[in-house]
């Protein structure tokens, strides 16, 4: 197995080396030996009877760093000047950065992008405000916007630390679907300060898409905020979730040969995620949705402390069953995790029907590890890219908005949602249909292509658009 497929990571180690030539293969047996793969030498620097060299190495975990880099300095002739983690590398000045699309190349220019002239663009829009949608960015940018608070499974690291994932996914909205994003953490996790300040920013922008905010404020930010901008606000970790794990058991159903009105599902972690994945699966003919938090399965009846547990209760678990994680398993077709890391175990799968499904979609530590249940269940997924199956809401959020922006959507509907998953899980055709490939890759182009049509169309049908894209007329 590749150490990347571990959870590892690629760190680089600069070598001087002197004297006479390193004994690679010592090196590589000692670095193998040790938990670490080469996978590439270069050359940096040689001369005066020295050599730099960085040596990029796959490692399984942090302690292995130290213990090849230890290894290695006790090899006499080698020394090592510095060790990075390619990561970190990547992440240095942070991840995007905002380029002009025309050069200033001279004073006319200047006097059109910059006063005076620009001052007609804006009185332009002073008569007209929705000629901001064709005379500012505000016709394909999206604020990707944080308070830091429930960032990946890490909980709440507050707004700096959030900023490296906002910056990732600015990077995939504007990869994937060439929507200009903008990561904006906010240092607050006070309701209403929220919802001022991005009423605020609003006018910048033509879609908000909400991202690592806890439950419960994240439903009410998000409801307060649609009915009161005239832009699309999108909790992506709700929503955006939702949208591919219904795409992923539409075709994770055809593996297992059950048809979706007959499955039990279990829910674990009823936050953002789990939440709207429940609602999702109820929309679209689930019957049995039991949700599992930290206090067990939620049964109607009880008043939990917090209330959105409590709503959920009343209209989930209908036969009403009790116990932990594992009482809900037995028996049950479907687990959907969305918790938090390793909670699962394969006693627990063993429990469920023949033919289990098991999407263990926390990040960035899975509820449990693919190769401990491949054999018993019939399609495993996470929500990591460097495992197959990846249900990760990366496969909504760039399309999704891409559609959006492209007929100035008022809103995201529950049509546009059903719409979005059923166009992800139709780029799986059923020649490509297997137990490793449930949904599309990434980098599979005809997926935003697929959502955006099938996406425009429903917010065609649901009277949201504001714009009829030429090809829809
Ligand atoms: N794969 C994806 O696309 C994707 C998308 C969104 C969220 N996630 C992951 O799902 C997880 C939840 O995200 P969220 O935004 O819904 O967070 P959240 O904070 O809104 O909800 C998490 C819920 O899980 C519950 N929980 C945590 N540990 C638990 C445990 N040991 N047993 C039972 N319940 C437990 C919490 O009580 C909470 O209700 C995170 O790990 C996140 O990274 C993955
Ligand atoms: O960021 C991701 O990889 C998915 C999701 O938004 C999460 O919070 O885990
Ligand atoms: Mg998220």
């Given at each position: 197995m590749r150490h990347q497929e571990l959870g590892g990571k690629s760190i680089i180690i600069r070598l001087e080396i002197g004297g006479d030539r390193m004994n690679f293969g010592l090196v590589a047996n000692m670095v193998s030996n040790l938990g670490g793969d080469i996978i590439a030498i270069d050359t940096i620097h040689i001369g005066n009877g020295i050599s730099i060299r960085d040596m990029t190495v796959n490692v399984v975990d942090a302690t292995a760093i130290r213990s090849i880099t230890e290894a290695i300095e006790k090899i006499p002739g080698i020394?090592?000047?510095?060790?990075?983690?390619?990561?970190?590398?990547?992440?240095?000045?942070?991840?995007?950065?905002?380029?002009?699309?025309?050069?200033?190349?001279?004073?006319d220019d200047l006097s059109r992008v910059y006063t005076?002239?620009?001052?007609?663009?804006?009185?332009?829009?002073?008569?007209?405000?929705?000629?901001?949608f064709s005379l500012t960015i505000k016709r394909n940018t999206v604020a990707v916007i944080s308070d830091g608070s429930a960032v990946l499974g890490l909980g709440n690291i507050g707004s700096r630390a959030a900023m490296p994932v906002m910056e990732g996914k600015a990077m995939l909205f504007k990869q994937f679907a060439g929507v200009d994003a903008f990561?904006?953490?906010l240092d607050t996790t006070d309701t209403e300060e929220i919802i001022r300040t991005?009423?605020?920013?609003?006018?910048?922008?033509?879609?908000?898409?909400?991202?690592?905010?806890?439950?419960?404020?994240?439903?009410?930010?998000?409801?307060?905020?649609?009915?009161?901008?005239?832009?699309?606000?999108f909790h992506d970790d709700q929503h955006g979730t939702a949208?591919?794990?219904?795409?992923?058991?539409?075709?994770?159903?055809?593996?297992?040969?059950?048809?979706?009105?007959?499955?039990?599902?279990?829910?674990?972690?009823?936050?953002a995620a789990g939440v709207a994945i429940t609602n999702i699966l109820l929309s679209a003919g689930v019957k049995e949705v039991i949700g599992v938090d930290r206090e067990g399965i939620l049964v109607e009846g009880e008043t939990y402390s917090n209330p959105v547990k409590t709503k959920y209760a009343s209209y989930t678990n209908p036969l009403k069953r009790s116990g932990t994680l594992r009482d809900a398993l037995q028996g049950a077709d479907v687990f959907i995790g969305v918790s938090g890391g390793k909670l699962l175990n394969r006693q627990d799968v063993l429990g469920m029907a023949p033919n289990p499904i098991v999407f263990a979609m926390a990040n960035p530590e899975p509820e449990i590890l693919p190769a401990d249940i491949d054999d018993i269940a019939a399609v495993v997924a996470t929500g990591r890219s460097d495992y197959p199956n990846q249900i990760n809401n990366v496969l909504c959020f760039p399309g999704i908005f891409r559609a959006a922006l492209d007929c100035r959507a008022l809103a995201i509907t529950?049509?546009?949602?059903?719409?979005?998953?059923?166009?992800?899980?139709?780029?799986?055709?059923?020649?490509?249909?297997?137990?490793y490939d449930i949904v599309p890759s990434v980098f599979d182009q005809s997926v935003v292509e697929r959502l955006r049509d099938r996406v425009i169309r429903a917010a065609i049908a649901g009277g949201v658009a504001r714009r009829i894209p030429k090809e829809y007329r």
């Open positions: 020394r090592v000047v510095n060790t990075s983690d390619r990561t970190f590398l990547l992440h240095l000045g942070g991840k995007i950065e905002v380029t002009p699309k025309v050069t200033i190349q001279n004073r005076p002239d620009v001052a007609r663009v804006c009185e332009a829009i002073r008569e007209d405000p929705d000629k901001a990561p904006i953490c991005i009423k605020l920013i609003a006018p910048a922008f033509g879609g908000i898409n909400l991202e690592d905010i806890s439950s419960p404020r994240c439903f009410e930010i998000e409801e307060r905020l649609r009915a009161e901008l005239d832009i699309p606000v949208v591919v794990a219904y795409a992923g058991l539409i075709n994770a159903l055809k593996i297992a040969g059950k048809a979706i009105t007959d499955v039990t599902v279990v829910v674990c972690g009823i936050g529950e049509e546009m949602k059903l719409a979005a998953s059923e166009a992800i899980a139709s780029v799986i055709t059923e020649d490509k249909l297997g137990k």
